[in-house]
């Protein structure tokens, strides 16, 4: 175990390496001044030069991309218009736009995205393997139809379809919630949940689709095999089967998906996040694109890269946990 997650993590430093990279390249292509952008539109040349200055945005791209990574092992000191600051590691920089730390920015923005995920996360579980369970042993009946059909209209509506039919309805038609406001748990546990429950719901209903069909194959498969029928030949009771064998045998599949969906997750919330008004990593990466703040873009995609990485490592030993027969090598 401790040489297979060895590897996995030397294989993670190489991706998000990569990832890095291949974002500093696509930035430096991008059109636009990032110093204009920083300074502001009434600024003159002369003003132009000394914040392309203060950011370093006349050095060489490999010099900036040297900072950076010294940054993230040692930390970095950078030049302001208020002075020196110094950027404790792992650094991502300063923000082009108010000379705030990246760090910090992020740790402001990453509990509104956990949230969002893990509260999803939640809902979708109960509802996709919930009714993946109920298709799988109604098979055939109206019931396996009836769910059927949600499933596909569910894996066919985007999202933010379903997030604006939920406002209009819980919201604005019948006022039993109001409109989404982020409020921190630590401030209002039960109005933190009340301002997510709607973007939980919508990207559950999304996400559950997929479970529900997923769970809905895995308890067919496992109901055909040859342990489950000599368990129905010797008159164990049925609950017994579905609950104690069957479903144990359907869920490696779907604990695996829900560690990468999860992952996922921190960097798909940009929708989600912009219908509804979520301060989350979404709205920032989402902000500092537009205003080309390259800190802030590396920044973020390294985290929500982090993420999915970290979640990878994470199904696959959980996989082997639910499944005796997986070895990790």
Known sequence: MRGYLLRRAIGAVIVLFALSLVVYALFYVAPGDPARLACGPRCNPEQIRQVREQLALGDPVYVQYWH??????AGHDYSTGTGVLHCDAPCFGLS?????????LIAQRLPVTASLALGAMVLWLL?????????????GGATERVLTWLTLAGTATPVFIIGLLLLMLFCAYLGWLPFPSYVALTEDPEQWAWNLLLPWTALALIESAKYARL???????????DHIRTFRAYGVAERSIVGKHALRGALPPVIALTALDLGSMFGNAV???????????????????????????????????????????????????????????
């Open 68 to 73: 950076f990574l010294q940054g993230l092992v």
């Open 96 to 104: 082009y736009q108010n000379d705030q730390q990246v760090t910090d």
């Open 127 to 139: 509802l996709g393997v919930g009714s993946g369970l109920l298709s799988a042993l109604r098979r």
């Open 215 to 225: 769970t809905r194959s895995s308890m067919l498969e496992t109901l055909a095999e």
């Open 271 to 329: 929708l989600t996040e912009t219908l509804f008004g979520l301060p989350g990593l979404g709205q920032l990466l989402v902000h500092a694109t537009r205003t080309i703040d390259l800190p802030v873009v590396v920044g973020v995609v390294l985290v929500t890269g982090a993420a999915v990485v970290v979640a990878n490592i994470v199904a696959d030993m959980l996989y082997a946990v639910a499944d005796r027969r997986v070895v990790l090598s």
